[in-house]
């Protein structure tokens, strides 16, 4: 037996042609270097001056955090403000993210399957292939501005830098502080491998080369208590805050190790909670500017990954998942189920854990809903508020973790309650990680697994009773497995595959601005054209 639609997996190819004030007291002094390693924070501030006003949004993401990776999993880290939400507010146990980075984002934004905006693949916004889905519909800063939100983006965006009108400020944002790539940028030069690589931090549409030399999370940091501090009574405000950290390359100022994570004795691990702490410590100024401002008690904040932390000798991140299987880029748990905590006005209950399912296309029908607006015909999402509000059954029963048909990769994964379906290759690292002080306790053992990789693979786990995924029922549960196939071959015929758009002008994505070597906004053309593109108007 084998998944018609999976089955039709291949590498497919089609070839196409404001500025706020921030404060930059840091500077890179004693630095952490390692190589290389996202989690999402969410506030909702309602202004709080009457009942009725406009909540301001902040989603912040944090970048390759895994399940094991904060305080209230693991004592030995240090994310006390991140926990201190969790406290006032929900922790979200059931809730899923796709295993890579940028169809996180995607799904996050559009509300939409990546799959059907060619956005399947972890690389698609990188400087070959592009993320231009269908115009047809608007991302989430669009659709906020229009229910009358001032938008704006910190830190990662990693969906597209080919023309101005793929980057931040095309999709609906009104400003723009950070980095269009999705990785290997130093956190200090911002550039991108070395030194000499092209320089990636931005100010709306400039290159902001005042930012080199400074810490990037603390960038992030500063520019969040500013937007805080600017912000008016009269204009709720929306702000997606996705952090870097702690994706590599792993590098953080000395005294975050010293102050808060010397006690961890494994080194990938102490470097990993550091990178943790420096993040931690701008949400807790953020909170702090909140209160000052007078809107923390009308504020909701959510916290989650856009995958799960990455695992395995061949990427010594310092991240774990521990209890759940694999972690980045496969579809086990460890890579799709994120650490996420709600806390927002109008929960009827707090400090305790929903265990509702919700997944990443459910985010921006979501907000929308709370900023007064609602879902759009196009989106694949459902609207989860009043069910996390009122503690209440979610409306979600069943969900697609991802479909892939990147070669790399050829896989597939569906849950129907407390079943879940894996087609194809799982994904790298397929075993199950564990911290070494839990291994020299005796509390679990490390075990590495290379795993599965043949296309045609089925797998089939009860989560209900296995959520660390080790008894695979495919065998013995053949009923369900075809009935699970039946749906995703439904959802596939409903929601069809988009091809990935893969440039032939990737040789012009840099330029030069005052002596400097930056990434260039304007090499491909929306037209598919192979003309010259032309970004005057964009």
Not at 87 to 100: A, R
Not at 295 to 305: F, R
Request: glycine letters at 8%.
């Amino acid at each position: 037996m084998f998944l018609k639609s999976c089955a039709r997996f291949k590498h497919q190819h089609i070839h196409i042609h404001t500025k706020f004030a921030v404060n930059r007291s840091r500077k890179a002094g004693d630095t952490i270097i390692m190589t290389w390693t996202t989690v999402t924070l969410l506030v909702l501030c309602g202004v709080a001056v009457t009942s009725g006003a406009k909540p301001n949004i902040i989603f912040a993401m944090l970048d390759d955090a895994g399940w094991y990776d904060f305080q209230s999993h693991d004592p030995l880290m240090a994310t006390p403000r991140i926990d201190q939400l969790r406290q006032e507010g929900l922790f979200l146990d059931n809730s899923y993210v796709l295993p890579m980075c940028a169809p996180t984002r995607a799904a996050l934004l559009t509300g939409r399957y990546p799959h059907t905006m060619g956005a399947q693949d972890g690389n698609a916004a990188g400087t070959k292939k592009l993320f231009w889905p269908n115009e047809t519909f608007s991302m989430l800063p669009g659709e906020l501005k229009g229910l009358g939100y001032k938008t704006h983006m910190l830190g990662k965006w990693h969906l597209g830098f080919c023309h101005p009108s793929v980057t931040p400020l095309g999709r609906g944002f009104d400003t723009f502080h950070g980095m269009l790539l999705g990785s290997h940028l130093s956190y200090y030069t911002h550039t991108k491998g070395n030194a000499n690589g092209p320089y990636d931090w931005w100010n709306n549409t400039q290159p902001d080369l005042d930012a080199k030399d400074t810490y990037n999370t603390e960038l992030i940091n500063d520019a969040m208590v500013d937007i805080v501090q600017q912000s008016q009574a009269d204009q709720p405000f929306f702000v997606y805050m996705a952090f870097a950290a702690p994706h590599g390359p792993f590098e953080v100022p000395q005294h975050y190790v010293d102050t808060y994570c010397s006690h961890v004795t494994e080194p990938a691990r102490r470097i990993h909670c550091a990178m943790m702490a420096a993040v931690d410590e701008g949400i807790g100024r953020m909170i702090d500017a909140l209160k000052a401002k007078g809107i923390y008690d009308n504020t909701a904040i959510v916290v989650t990954s856009d995958n799960g932390g990455p695992v395995g000798s061949s990427n010594p991140s310092g991240s774990y998942n521990y209890p759940l299987r694999g972690g980045k880029k496969t579809v086990y748990e460890g890579g799709t189920r994120a650490y996420t905590v709600v806390k927002a006005p109008g929960l009827t209950v707090t400090n305790a854990t929903w265990s509702g399912m919700i997944n990443a296309v459910d985010w921006m029908p979501t907000l929308l809903h709370m900023a007064g607006g609602n879902a759009k015909d196009w989106m694949h999402g459902i609207n989860a508020w009043n069910k996390i509000k009122k503690f209440g059954v979610s409306a979600r029963k069943e969900m697609l973790y991802t479909y892939d048909d990147y070669f790399k990769f050829n896989h597939c994964a569906y849950r129907m309650g407390r079943w879940k379906l894996i087609q194809g290759r799982p994904g790298f690292h397929q075993g199950w990680y564990v911290p070494q002080n839990l291994v020299d306790a005796g509390v679990a053992e490390n075990t590495p697994l290379a795993g599965n990789q043949d296309f045609t693979h089925f797998e089939l786990y009860n989560l209900h009773k296995d959520p660390e995924e080790r008894k695979d029922l495919a065998a013995k549960k053949l009923e369900i497995v075809q009935e699970i196939v039946g749906k995703i071959e439904a959802l596939l015929d409903l929601y069809p595959l988009q091809p990935f758009v893969e440039s032939e002008q990737s040789d012009s994505w840099t330029t030069s601005v005052d002596g400097v070597k930056v990434l260039s906004t304007c090499w491909c053309h929306p037209e598919n054209s192979a003309d010259t593109p032309d970004c005057t108007a964009a």
